[in-house]
């Protein structure tokens, strides 16, 4: 079992950064790849970024390419989202989840994940 737990959401004007966490505890985050979606209001939630359990794998959605940055720190089994240049579009809660640990053709899929947090508010104004 895992447990997942997101912070660092909040209000951001456009242009602006916010960095996300995600706190893992249970079965070390290392045996695990981490991804972190999104779901705007009226959509379906979509794949944002996944780090393999190494951390040496990350994939991005389109979307978000050159503009957020996924990272971890096993030691202290947490898990970062880095967002900058932040577009009123990118408004959503945040979700981190945890995946098998090597990073797969189907890390954009939610079912590929085996474990959720709850999610973090993050809201970007014009």
């Known amino acids: 079992q895992v447990q997942l737990v997101e912070s660092g959401g909040g209000l951001v004007q456009a242009g602006g950064s916010l960095r996300l966490s995600c706190a893992a505890s249970?079965?070390?985050?290392?045996?695990?790849?981490m991804g972190w979606f999104r779901q705007a209001p009226g959509k379906e939630r979509e794949a944002v970024a996944v780090?393999?359990?190494?951390?040496?794998?990350?994939n991005y959605a389109d979307s978000v390419k050159g503009r957020f940055t996924i990272s971890r720190d096993n030691a202290k089994n947490m898990v970062y989202l880095q967002m900058n240049s932040l577009k009123p579009e990118d408004t959503a809660v945040y979700y981190c989840?945890?995946?098998?640990?090597?990073?797969?053709?189907?890390?954009?899929?939610?079912?590929?994940?085996?474990?959720w947090g709850q999610g973090t508010q993050v809201t970007v104004s014009s």
């Open positions: 780090i393999s359990g190494s951390g040496g794998t990350t």
């Open positions: 249970g079965r070390t985050v290392r045996s695990y790849a």
């Open positions: 989840a945890a995946g098998p640990p090597n990073v797969g053709r189907r890390w954009y899929v939610e079912s590929w994940y085996d474990y």
